[in-house]
């Protein structure tokens, strides 16, 4: 049974490409660079970017923090 | 048998901090990614779409701007709260903290009428884009609010009893929460900016 699967899955993709005449995409995703919808997924993947990006800084920074503070603690001499 | 939890008040000498503060800090980091997210998606609406499809009430920014106030007063009055108890003064702390949890509640119940008043107009989630995305955000940072009001409520109940056999541990919980609750103020900051003012 498993073994058919692909196969009907490819008729089926193959049913969808042959029975659509036209294609449908939003502007994003059809690249039209004046649509507004395109210029607010702009903005907003640049958001995120900088969301994402102050928090990884948040990481980094800790971690140079760690690695300036382990610095004079010496072998042997951390408190249990 | 009872297990004692390492450093959850004692600082580490190679973090610089306790182990409550570390996580704290760790759990700001994803709070902040799921408001970056809802924000991004804010920004995606509202620059994916003409002017008059997005039309946002100017007449609330008196009620939003008494809340910010609200809000900001219960920040001073927790962190205040936070260097009473530092200077084992625990009447004084317990006050401000009272405040910052009654600033809280005030907050949420104008946060109510700003609701009630558009339910009464007929404008809900499903109304318009601007009003999904609004009562989206501030529906979550009320949420936050909520929360931030419930864990000091519980440390101004219990505090007195944990203030006298361990006041180290009080302090490191209070400090806890005054930086969460700290972090729910920024984010209103921003939300009030862009949804009111910009």
Not at chain 1, 43 to 61: D, E, K, P, Q
Request: aromatic content about 12%.
């Amino acid at each position: 049974m498993s073994k058919r699967i692909p196969y009907v899955l490819a008729v089926v993709f193959f049913l969808f490409i042959v029975g659509r005449t036209t294609a449908i995409s939003c502007p994003v995703c059809f690249g039209a660079l004046d649509d507004p919808a395109t210029n607010g997924m702009n903005y907003a993947i640049f958001t995120l970017l900088g969301v994402t990006g102050s928090v990884l800084a948040g990481f980094v920074s800790f971690a140079l923090r760690l690695r300036r503070l382990s610095r004079p603690v010496a072998p042997g001499k951390e408190e249990a | 048998m009872s297990m004692e939890i390492p450093y959850a008040v004692k600082v580490r000498t190679d973090t610089g901090m306790n182990n409550a503060r570390l996580g704290l800090w760790l759990f700001l980091g994803s709070e902040t990614m799921l408001f970056g997210g809802l924000i991004s998606a804010y920004v995606f609406l509202r620059m994916g779409s003409a002017s008059e499809q997005f039309v946002h009430d100017l007449s609330e920014i008196p009620l939003a701007g008494i809340n910010t106030l609200i809000l900001l007063a219960s920040s001073v009055a927790i962190t205040l709260s936070v260097w009473s108890l530092r200077d084992r003064v625990f009447n004084r702390h317990r006050i401000l903290m009272g405040i910052a949890v009654a600033a809280g509640l005030l907050f949420l119940g104008l946060k109510w009428l700003d609701y009630s008043e558009k339910f009464g107009r007929g404008l809900y989630p499903a109304t318009s884009t601007y009003l999904a995305i609004f009562f989206t955000l501030t529906g979550v940072h009320a949420l936050h609010v909520i929360g931030g009001i419930l864990v000091n409520s519980y440390l101004l109940v219990t505090g007195r009893k944990l203030f006298r056999e361990d006041p180290d541990r009080l302090l490191s919980r209070v400090s806890a929460s005054a930086l969460y609750w700290n972090f729910v103020d920024a984010v209103w900051i921003v939300l009030f900016l862009l949804l009111y003012v910009v």
